[in-house]
């Protein structure tokens, strides 16, 4: 079995530190201080457990950084890490499906994170495998997990700022692609391939 990978992105020293003596407990931890050292690691297919990335980066956000990993990464689970409260910030993450919490950050609350991630994994790598599998594009592959997480269609419209119709049009190459006979079913077998991961 691999050892579960995490990805945490912060340019201060000190935080990195402090989170590594929590991550490295429960696997291995890959760092960066920078969005431009961060993006190749989030762009190469590589497997992770979850992202644990700062907002205010040298060289641009967290939250950028994040949007651009879940067009490989769809449902790994992410925390966003911030030393300020903004409204925007919380809503961008929100909207990213992380979670958004204010440095100092309790360890226990790091741990259950972590505890939860390595559970959530199989979910992961296997919506990968259909993304490779059946040629599914981003938004297919975002709307198949998110059904699978228990989202509505109409819930899925309105995060995504898009219509019904347009779901409807993504639901059906989605199904064309897989062969299911509609997405709920693709997602109770994605949830079934996941358990036997």
Partial sequence: ??????????????????????????????TAAAL??????????SAWNAFLFDVQLPDG??????????????VTPAMI????????????AYDLRAQYVIKPVVTGRIEQFLRDATR???????????RIRYGLSEAEADLLARTA?????????????????????????LLGKTGDDSLHSAAERLLRDAVGV
């Fill in 1 to 30: 079995m691999t050892r579960p990978r995490f990805l945490v992105v912060d340019d201060d020293e000190l935080v990195q530190r402090a989170l590594g003596r929590v991550v490295r407990r429960y696997g291995e931890m890959v």
């Fill in 149 to 173: 997480l228990g989202e509505s269609r109409r819930a899925i419209a309105a995060a995504r700022d898009t219509s019904a119709e347009t779901i409807k049009k993504q639901i059906a190459h």
């Fill in 36 to 45: 431009r050292e961060a993006l190749p690691l989030v762009s190469d297919g």
């Fill in 61 to 74: 956000s967290g939250l950028d950084l994040l949007a651009k990993a879940r067009v490989t990464h769809p």
């Fill in 120 to 130: 959530d994994k199989s979910i992961s790598l296997v919506l990968q495998a259909w």
């Fill in 81 to 92: 890490l911030t030393g300020s409260n903004e409204d925007a910030a919380a809503n961008a």
